[in-house]
């Protein structure tokens, strides 16, 4: 664990560090390919703001509904006091639901169709989350379920004394390996078209199975999943039946 | 758009270098400086000052990040919350 590091002799902390990389890699790259494809860089510069801005918004409200009482931190807000949302942390799938969220209105604020940049951007989303999830590791959170086995991991600032699964370095694992096998999907021209739906029931996959290995009990529970495994369902199936539906227009 | 973006950009890197506590303003002023210095990149007689402002706007939304995100992190990790990018 190394929450921060010393850098010229200021104190620069790990995890922002990690997530400010992610985001300026993927998005540099998303860039550098809608430009080699002969897309407008400008609109979407502009795209990728509105998708960042909607995305941590998104993170941080998920984080606020799943393990803080809603209305005590509404309440909070109304005495003028932020210690919630300084304090608290994020959520992944908040922020990729902000994130398309941001898209749709960053497709309306430059009047661009979204369609076209769909093979530049996605395949870089897991390129940036894979380094979001360093931070995680460097920051001590997200961390797996105790183990006795090689792999196992102490965190002790973070208060866990036992050894722990480092769920954190598996998933960036993953996501580079899902970063690599996007960017070979659009290059596909029958699998192009489905770049987004394929990313997403790819990470679903991906987040369903990793949730049995986490024991960060602070993440939220329903019934028997988390409420992450609830999203990756409902995600999963959700692009079922949207590529069935465009396989059927089609 | 040109001069709305670097009026934001200068406002975003005072929030992430100067202003404590402010970093989470400085970001989404960021955010919003960087879509209206690409926008405004887009019209030739408002490139040069849309360029000055969306480089500042990256730059303080980037530092407001590191910091912000890193002390909301690091506090939900260390207080024994956990669960940051959960």
């Given amino acids: 664990m190394l929450p921060y590091i010393h850098l010229f002799g200021k104190v620069i902390p790990m995890y922002g560090l990690c997530m400010a990389t992610g985001l300026l890699l993927s998005s540099g790259l998303a860039l550098w390919r809608a430009r080699a494809e002969g897309g407008d860089v400008n609109s979407l510069l502009a795209i990728i703001a509105c998708i960042v801005g909607c995305g941590i918004g998104g993170a941080k409200l998920l984080y606020l509904l799943v393990s803080c009482d809603p209305r005590e931190v509404l309440r909070e807000l109304a005495r003028g006091d932020f210690t919630a949302l300084a304090n608290s942390g994020f959520v992944f799938y908040g922020g990729l639901i902000g994130g398309l969220l941001g898209a749709l209105l960053g497709g309306r604020i430059t009047g661009v169709s979204l369609r076209q940049y769909c093979a530049a951007v996605v395949p870089c989303v897991p390129l940036g989350h894979a380094f979001g999830r360093l931070g995680c590791f460097f920051a001590g959170c997200c961390y797996g379920r105790a183990t006795d086995g090689p792999l196992g991991v102490h965190f002790p600032a973070a208060g866990i004394d036992e050894a722990v699964i480092p769920t954190q370095l598996i998933e960036a694992g993953l996501n580079l390996c899902l970063f690599l096998l996007l960017l070979r999907w659009a290059d596909q021209s029958d699998r192009r078209a489905t770049i987004l739906p394929r990313y997403l029931m790819s990470y679903a996959i991906i987040r369903f199975l990793l949730e049995f290995l986490r024991g960060d009990e602070i993440r939220g529970f329903f019934a028997f999943l988390s409420v992450s495994q609830w999203i990756s369902v409902a995600l999963f199936l959700g692009c079922i039946l949207w590529m069935s539906r465009n396989r059927r227009s089609a | ?86």
């Fill in chain 2, 1 to 86: 758009m040109g001069v709305a973006s670097l009026v934001l950009g200068i406002i975003a890197l005072l929030c992430g270098f100067f202003l404590a506590g402010l970093q989470w303003v400085g970001a989404i002023v960021g955010v919003i400086g960087i879509i209206l210095g690409a926008l405004g990149r887009k019209k030739p007689e408002s490139k040069g000052i849309a360029t000055a402002g969306l480089v500042c706007s990256i730059i303080g939304f980037i530092v407001c990040i590191i910091i912000y995100v890193a002390c909301a992190g690091a506090c939900a990790a260390l207080s024994g919350a956990a669960g940051s990018l959960s």
